[in-house]
């Protein structure tokens, strides 16, 4: 069992950059694929970034791409997305995941969540 914790979320206006933290916590994540999804109000959830064991390969769904970067620190068991040049659409609940599989299969852990909000 992998418990997730998300943390750096808050409020920023267009154009500043936020850095979201992972924690995971329950076994080593070394091995596992990770990444971030997103929730906007009314919205259904959409996939965000993702990034494989090793860190060799990512992926970025398209509005994102150039602006976000995600990253990982095995040895801290940790995850991250570095978010630039913020837009208002960037606006929802950012959650971070594991899976067992490759970059487009499901993920099976979930985070509780964390609010990003961008607006002037």
């Known amino acids: 069992q992998v418990h997730l914790v998300e943390s750096g979320g808050g409020w920023v206006q267009p154009g500043d950059s936020l850095r979201l933290s992972c924690a995971a916590s329950?076994?080593?994540?070394?091995?596992?694929?990770m990444g971030w999804f997103r929730q906007a109000p009314g919205q259904a959830r959409e996939y965000v970034a993702g990034i494989t064991w090793d860190s060799v390969r990512t992926r970025y769904t398209d509005s994102v791409k150039g602006r976000f970067a995600i990253s990982r620190d095995n040895a801290r068991n940790m995850l991250f997305l570095q978010m630039n040049g913020m837009k208002p659409e960037d606006t929802a609940v950012y959650y971070c995941v594991l899976g067992t599989g490759g970059l487009l299969d499901p993920y099976s852990f979930w985070g509780q969540g964390t609010q990003v909000t961008v607006s002037s």
């Open positions: 329950g076994r080593p994540i070394s091995s596992d694929t």
